[in-house]
T-cell receptor, first 116, second 115 residues
Framework: DTAVSQTPKYLVTQMGNDKSIKCEQNLGHDTMYWYKQDSKKFLKIMFSYNNKELIINETVPNRFSPKSPDKAHLNLHINSLELGDSAVYFC???????????????FGPGTRLTVL | GESVGLHLPTLSVQEGDNSIINCAYSNSASDYFIWYKQESGKGPQFIIDIRSNMDKRQGQRVTVLLNKTVKHLSLQIAATQPGDSAVYFCAGYPYPFFGNEKLTFGTGTRLTIIP
């Protein structure tokens, strides 16, 4: 059973288009994340949602808009795609515990976005 | 701000030998560190973690060492196997951790196993 799933796995599109990446987790976790991994494998957080509420919003262009219809889903919509948006995008989830106790983040398989 | 995970970019190890992957961090307030393994075409996968009040933690074939004096973290893999080929990341949470802080990843080391 897939714990964190993403669709599509590959996405090739033209500059200026709008696209969405979907993420679902069946782990019952309250927190979900989006990460971007560039061509040099550098992995950086973009957003974090806890129970559908935005918690972390890094310095990301406002062309990127996460949407969480329920706590099992966190979708990423990208407007007016640019060449520099080409990367692998990872969704992750975790179950926060009480203050000071850290839980593992589970990552999805990634979506490779190529902007032409 | 914090900075976690200055890595050497590549490491080649003979199959059966032990691998040691190193990571440096620049913020003494980092509280909790994690090692992730990322195989080709997959997402990062948790390997082992360590809190700042510990110096060493062991798992199955893996050991993480934390030297807070020199702000250095290492992952040791015993008897390296072909399946260990991957990119390894150290990552850290800041101190104090309340539950919503961001996880900062290092640059990663690509481990290649030589048959």
């Amino acid at each position: 059973d897939t714990a964190v799933s993403q669709t599509p796995k590959y996405l090739v599109t033209q500059m200026g288009n709008d696209k969405s990446i979907k993420c679902e987790q069946n782990l019952g976790h309250d927190t979900m994340y989006w990460y971007k991994q560039d061509s040099k494998k550098f992995l950086k957080i973009m957003f974090s949602y806890n129970n559908k509420e935005l918690i972390i919003n890094e310095t990301v262009p406002n062309r990127f808009s996460p949407k969480s219809p329920d706590k099992a889903h966190l979708n990423l919509h990208i407007n007016s795609l640019e060449l520099g948006d080409s990367a692998v995008y990872f969704c992750a989830s975790s179950q926060p515990k009480t203050s000071g106790i850290i839980s593992e983040q589970f990552f999805g398989p990634g979506t490779r976005l190529t902007v032409l | 701000g914090e900075s976690v995970g200055l890595h050497l970019p590549t490491l080649s190890v003979q199959e059966g030998d032990n691998s040691i992957i190193n990571c440096a961090y620049s913020n003494s307030a980092s509280d909790y560190f994690i090692w992730y393994k990322q195989e080709s075409g997959k997402g990062p996968q948790f390997i082992i973690d360590i809190r700042s009040n510990m110096d060493k933690r062991q798992g199955q074939r893996v050991t993480v060492l934390l030297n807070k004096t020199v702000k250095h973290l290492s992952l040791q893999i015993a008897a390296t196997q072909p399946g260990d080929s991957a990119v390894y990341f150290c990552a850290g949470y800041p101190y104090p951790f309340f539950g919503n802080e961001k996880l900062t990843f290092g640059t990663g080391t690509r481990l290649t196993i030589i048959p």
